[in-house]
Nanobody, 128 residues
Framework: QVQLVESGGGLVQAGGSLRLSCAAS????????MGWFRQAPGKEREVVAAINWSGSSTLYADSVKGRFTISRDNAKKTIYLQMNSLKPEDTARYYC?????????????????????WGQGTQVTVSS
């Protein structure tokens, strides 16, 4: 079992930055693939970024490549999402997710249906 708690969301102007954190409980955190997903009103939940257990493999949505960076600190049982050059279209509720897999490909880490554990989310609002 893994419990996830997100933090770091807020209101920011376009072009600004935010850093989201997701703190996890559980003794086997380092074995989990972790992901950040987002959901805007009236839209489906979509992957933002994902990272494998060691941090050696990452996945990014095309819309955030070059602007967002996912990272993890297994000693702190925490993952991060550094978001730079934010745009109004990044406005959404951001969720942290975890799963032990297996994920046969890096691309599979972006499949929302593969994740068993979810946080409550943190709201990110980007004003124009």
């Amino acid at each position: 079992q893994v419990q996830l708690v997100e933090s770091g969301g807020g209101l920011v102007q376009a072009g600004g930055s935010l850093r989201l954190s997701c703190a996890a409980s559980g003794r086997t955190f380092s074995t989990y693939v972790m992901g950040w997903f987002r959901q805007a009103p009236g839209k489906e939940r979509e992957v933002v970024a994902a990272i494998n257990w060691s941090g050696s493999s990452t996945l990014y949505a095309d819309s955030v490549k070059g602007r967002f960076t996912i990272s993890r600190d297994n000693a702190k049982k925490t993952i991060y999402l550094q978001m730079n050059s934010l745009k109004p279209e990044d406005t959404a509720r951001y969720y942290c997710a975890a799963d032990r897999g297996p994920f046969t490909t890096a691309q599979a880490m972006g499949d929302v249906l593969k994740y068993d554990y979810w946080g409550q989310g943190t709201q990110v609002t980007v004003s124009s």
